[in-house]
T-cell receptor, first 117, second 115 residues
Framework: GAVVSQHPSRVICKSGTSVKIECRSLDFQATTMFWYRQFPKQSLMLMATSNEGSKATYEQGVEKDKFLINHASLTLSTLTVTSAHPEDSSFYIC?????????????FGNGTRLTVT | AQKVTQAQTEISVVEKEDVTLDCVYETRDTTYYLFWYKQPPSGELVFLIRRNSFDEQNEISGRYSWNFQKSTSSFNFTITASQVVDSAVYFC????????????FGQGTILTVHP
């Protein structure tokens, strides 16, 4: 079945550095990918919609200059957390659809646990 | 605006018991899609089911069953004869027909199945 790969699964970085997270669709093309954030013991909140070949669409309250999204190919979207701070520590997870978003389940990557020290 | 409510924050059962996880949703769209996902302690989200708003048929998959009732805006999930491996956080989610794939998640229900 369709698989989404997310890398790295876990990262620890120092405050002020940038971290890049990759989301790949392994056996299908995904024109649209989604990035979610999950704080401990909380639900998932959509951060942005990543569209291949165009700018990402960010949800209200999400800083686009801090969370840079690039969707350069039909199988890869990247999220870069720039100048990370401890409050950016969270679980980040991507999803992609293997058809029109309405007619397919949305497959999720395994998530990236970011810890900023 | 759309909303998904999972009123049960935590449920604890003993193995082999049946358990139902409640999900109530709000949307103004007539076309929408409902989902259930399982999140084990490892963190990944496992897709369980997708339901279209125009298909109210209930569904059974092994020990899992889903009851979709538009009249009460509910999409409840039942696990029959629960097992320890069912312990996880379960999320109900909604995509509105006009929102192009944006999932709105409920708060999640933590299910613990004791041996």
């Amino acid at each position: 079945g369709a698989v989404v790969s997310q890398h790295p699964s876990r990262v620890i970085c120092k405050s002020g550095t940038s971290v890049k997270i990759e989301c790949r669709s392994l056996d299908f093309q995904a024109t649209t990918m989604f990035w979610y954030r999950q704080f401990p013991k909380q639900s998932l909140m959509l951060m942005a919609t990543s569209n291949e070949g165009s700018k990402a669409t960010y949800e209200q309250g999400v800083e686009k200059d801090k969370f840079l999204i690039n969707h350069a190919s039909l199988t890869l979207s990247t999220l870069t957390v720039t100048s990370a701070h401890p409050e950016d520590s969270s679980f980040y997870i991507c999803s992609a659809a293997d058809g029109t978003v309405y007619n397919s389940p949305l497959h999720f990557g395994n998530g990236t646990r970011l810890t900023v020290t | 605006a759309q909303k998904v409510t999972q009123a049960q924050t935590e449920i604890s059962v003993v193995e082999k018991e049946d358990v139902t996880l409640d999900c109530v949703y709000e949307t103004r769209d007539t076309t929408y899609y409902l989902f259930w996902y399982k999140q084990p302690p490892s963190g990944e989200l496992v897709f369980l089911i997708r339901r279209n708003s125009f298909d109210e048929q209930n569904e059974i998959s092994g020990r899992y069953s889903w009851n979709f009732q538009k009249s009460t805006s509910s999409f409840n999930f039942t696990i029959t004869a629960s097992q320890v491996v069912d312990s996880a956080v379960y999320f109900c989610a909604l995509i509105e027909g006009t929102s192009y794939g944006k999932l709105t998640f409920g708060q999640g229900t933590i299910l613990t199945v004791h041996p």
